[in-house]
């Protein structure tokens, strides 16, 4: 296959190290358990304490924090490895490349020294509480609300489709903590849920597919949360707090999804060596060379973008314009290169015991969650 030696400008001999690792891990760890996860639509909530003691937690934070000190270059390795080989159940990204970066970049001394080490060892998960059940990308019409009573917030509302619903111990919820309309009037507030009064977990979602992620429902009623935990300790600064943070998160997707993308190739080439029809390998017919030349070149082209961006990122210089449309575009990639591949297998791809079955299924919210593509391409178009 034409990515066969492949390796991005932006790896090194520590990234090499550190990818030896996370194969290691993620062949002991999440291959074997796969179809298990994906029955009780979790992972062990014990994967994450191992995860931790392998270094492979919040890579990036520094060192001070319990992190591995590292750079958006270690966290491209493990979500490439993840997307190797088809998970899509642990939601580390969500975790140590997202909600650990908020609290890095905007919380107090304090806020970092008490949360980061926990993550970092996998004591404790996080989930970051976004979306709600009417709205959606359009974040500036949060409705959950977060009243200040003396010393505490209460907080009252509904969040949805929230990743790591089950296991998280610390939740950032988008709140609504005054009266400004919009965007200004919204704040990052960190519950820590364990046994917290008021705070409920609704039902596991039945989702198409990442059915090993722990996606629920959470719920808020007179939650209350010391004032202590406002992300930053500044009200009205949640948007602006979001907006920063999104280019990396967006990136982080698109990365998940060029590895996929070859992973999915790799599978069929395999399959059209081995299946015959007709008297010889599948692969010999035309159209299967030729759908299998053009998907081999398309997922080489989204690795190459994708690497660019990382480079980019690691470097600094990543724009809002170019991490939306690695992640609209790397998505969409994704999506065409895995159905062609699967129409490879025939009538087998359609069984979910192929992993060709289960990347199309996991695929599908690529091009929702992080932001809509429409949306990514009403950001770049912004910048045209």
């Known amino acids: 296959m034409i990515l066969d030696g492949y390796r991005g400008g932006w790896e090194t001999a520590e990234t090499d190290d550190l990818r030896d690792l996370a194969r290691g891990f993620f062949a002991k760890e999440i291959v074997p358990n796969q179809a298990r996860f994906a029955e009780a639509k979790q992972v062990d909530r014990e994967l994450w304490n191992r995860a931790g003691e392998a270094g492979l937690l919040c890579i990036s934070i ?5 992190g591995g000190g590292g750079t958006f270059a270690h966290e ?98 988008v709140a609504r903590t005054g009266d400004a309309p919009g965007a200004k009037g919204l704040s990052l507030i960190v519950a820590e849920v364990a046994d917290l009064p008021g705070f409920s977990r609704g039902r596991v979602l039945d989702k198409i597919g990442q059915r090993g992620q722990d996606t629920r429902e959470l719920f ?15 009200e009205g600064r949640g948007f602006v707090q979001l907006m920063q943070q999104l280019p990396q998160e967006r990136l982080s997707i698109a990365v998940g999804a060029a590895a996929t993308t070859e992973a999915a190739v790799r599978e069929a080439i395999y399959y059209a060596k081995e299946r015959e029809a007709f008297g010889q390998p599948i692969l010999g017919f035309q159209n299967t060379k030729f759908v299998l030349a053009e998907c081999a070149t398309e997922a080489f082209a989204a690795r190459s973008f994708v690497d660019h961006l990382i480079a980019a990122h690691t470097a600094g210089t990543l724009t809002t314009e170019q991490a939306s449309a690695g992640k609209y575009w790397a ?32 695929a599908r919210v690529q091009k929702i969650y992080g932001g809509t593509n429409e949306i990514m391409k009403e950001l770049i178009a912004r910048g045209l």
């Open 220 to 234: 808020f009623e007179d939650m209350r949360v010391p004032i202590e935990n406002l992300l930053g300790g500044e």
């Open 76 to 173: 491209a390795v493990i979500l490439q490895e993840q997307g190797f080989i088809g998970d899509a159940a642990w939601a580390n990204s969500v975790h140590s490349t997202i909600i650990s970066h908020y609290i890095n970049a905007f919380g107090t001394e304090d806020q970092k020294r008490r949360w980061l080490p926990g993550m970092a060892s996998g004591e404790l998960v996080a989930a970051i509480a976004m979306t709600e059940p009417g709205t959606g990308s359009d974040l500036q019409n949060v409705q959950t609300k977060a009243l200040r009573d003396g010393d505490e917030y209460v907080i009252n509302g509904a969040k949805t489709f929230i990743s790591n619903g089950t296991h998280a111990d610390l939740v950032v919820i």
């Open 62 to 66: 520094p060192e001070e924090y319990g």
């Open 331 to 362: 998505a969409d990639v994704q999506n065409s290169v895995i159905d062609r591949c699967l129409q490879v297998f025939g009538g087998y791809g359609y069984m979910l015991e192929y992993p060709i079955a289960r990347m199309y299924a996991d």
